[in-house]
Nanobody, 124 residues
Framework: QVQLVESGGGLVQAGGSLRLSCAAS????????MGWFRQAPGKEREFVAG????????YYTDSVKGRCTISRDNSKNTVYLQMNSLKPEDTAVYYC????WGLGNLKQGKIEYWGQGTQVTVSS
């Protein structure tokens, strides 16, 4: 059974930082592209960042470029999202995602597995 378990969310003031983690089990982690999506109240789920199985390919949505860094540790089956200079508009539930077909597929939201999500709230 595949599980993606997110952690690291919480309440932070604008300008602060958070590091999200996603621990994966039940899949061959090193063969999956991994990513982060978010969904704010009343809005559709959107792509935030993605990383290829090797870590060589990385994409960010424009609104987080320069503020967020995605990384992965294949020895720990874990993907991370370091978020700095957080803004109130970053408030959302953040979801970990995995797809075996690669980063291109993941960016389009064609996701094989989803995590349960972790809440990030940025106060002004």
């Amino acid at each position: 059974q595949v599980q993606l378990v997110e952690s690291g969310g919480g309440l932070v003031q604008a300008g602060g930082s958070l590091r999200l983690s996603c621990a994966a089990s039940g899949l061959t982690f090193r063969t999956y592209a991994m990513g982060w999506f978010r969904q704010a109240p009343g809005k559709e789920r959107e792509f935030v960042a993605g990383i290829s199985w090797s870590g060589a390919g990385i994409y960010y949505t424009d609104s987080v470029k320069g503020r967020c860094t995605i990384s992965r540790d294949n020895s720990k089956n874990t993907v991370y999202l370091q978020m700095n200079s957080l803004k109130p508009e970053d408030t959302a539930v953040y979801y970990c995602a995995a797809d075996a077909w690669g980063l291109g597929n993941l960016k389009q939201g064609k996701i094989e597995y989803w995590g349960q999500g972790t809440q990030v709230t940025v106060s002004s």
